[in-house]
């Protein structure tokens, strides 16, 4: 039986292992000595044999041992062999261990409920061993639940990122030998619930008006449209960018352009334009959320007349205040 103290013979239902001299005197006298494994194994001068050391099984679950009994002749000694077969006895000294000792899985918030976020696996080295699995940090069996026969974990009810306490959830999970009498294993998991895109950018006006004059330099700026985004502020669902939509209209998209960050619209070329002109570009405001989520607004643009364009009557003005 693995286990076994140095020196503990084998259970007495073990016949010793004994030969027989038929001669007399020194001739008949028998001695024995193990053959081999004789660094794990001893045998005694009556043929008992017995440990040396304590046995694993998980390392070695049989031997074969070759016993020499040899009589006491000094000249010309008859020896004789056998081969005792020894199978080592399991006995439960082993904890079950995870796979690895921690886990870190990231769950799309709104996952519908029972989805299986992760598959715990466990190994226990005795026989006949059945591992079994369990939460045991009872704060997460509010939230989550473990196969005890699979592993397989699971979210018990269906997260919304924005209105949870917290986002990150670490617990400890336990391996189990049931019917054993080891500790059970222990492993660490943490759940990252990750924001989805909730929410599509939305524009403060559904139309946006601006002038130019008919000959505006490059890098004019014209108006500016603003939308925003009611995701979770700093993250990247509710970060709004913005770009023209060049297939409704290439030619206005020639001559202005929109920034990708502030919104602004600009000219992109110096104008050299018909007054009373009228463009129109569609602005789309889109954020860096999973998935992308966009939406549209119009922005007319007129050319002034020459006549009509406002201009200051002196270069500078000064002001002082008593």
């Known amino acids: 039986m693995e286990g076994l103290t140095p020196c503990v013979s084998f259970p007495p239902t073990h016949p010793s292992t004994q030969a027989t001299d038929p001669d007399v005197g020194v001739n008949g006298q028998v001695r024995y000595r193990l053959v081999n494994h004789a ?159 909730d929410y599509s950018p939305v524009f403060s006006q559904v139309l946006y008006r601006g002038m130019v004059a008919p000959n505006a330099v490059k890098g004019t700026v014209v108006t500016t449209v603003h939308a925003e985004d009611l995701d979770p502020p700093g993250t990247p669902a509710s970060r709004v960018r913005y770009r023209l939509d060049l297939d409704e209209d290439p030619y206005s998209g020639s001559i202005f352009d929109v920034n990708e960050v502030t919104g602004s619209v600009i000219t992109r070329v110096n104008l050299n334009e018909e007054p009373n002109l009228v463009f129109s570009l569609i602005i789309v405001a889109y954020d860096d959320g999973e998935p992308v989520k966009v939406n549209k607004t119009l922005v007319v643009i007129t050319v002034l007349q020459p006549s009509v364009i406002p201009v200051f009557t002196q270069e500078e003005y000064r002001y002082t205040s008593s």
């Open 39 to 197: 660094d794990l194994f001893r045998v005694n001068s009556n043929g008992t044999i017995y440990t040396a050391v304590p046995l694993d099984r998980e390392v070695r679950g049989q031997y074969d041992l070759i016993v020499e009994a040899e009589d006491g002749a000094v000249e010309d000694p008859r020896r004789t062999t056998l081969t005792l077969s020894v199978t080592v006895l399991d006995v439960d000294d082993n904890s079950p261990v995870f796979s690895q000792p921690s886990y870190t899985v990231n769950l799309p918030e709104n996952s519908p409920k029972n989805t299986v976020i992760l598959q715990l696996t466990a190994k226990d080295s005795d026989l006949d061993s059945n591992v079994t699995f369990r939460i045991r940090t009872p704060e997460a069996r509010q939230l989550f639940a473990v196969n005890p026969v699979t592993g397989e974990l699971s979210v018990l009810q269906t997260l919304d990122f924005e209105t949870l306490a917290a986002t990150d959830h670490t617990f400890v999970v336990e391996a189990l030998n049931s019917g054993g009498s080891m500790p059970p294993g222990l492993a660490t998991v943490t759940v990252k619930i990750t924001d989805m895109n």
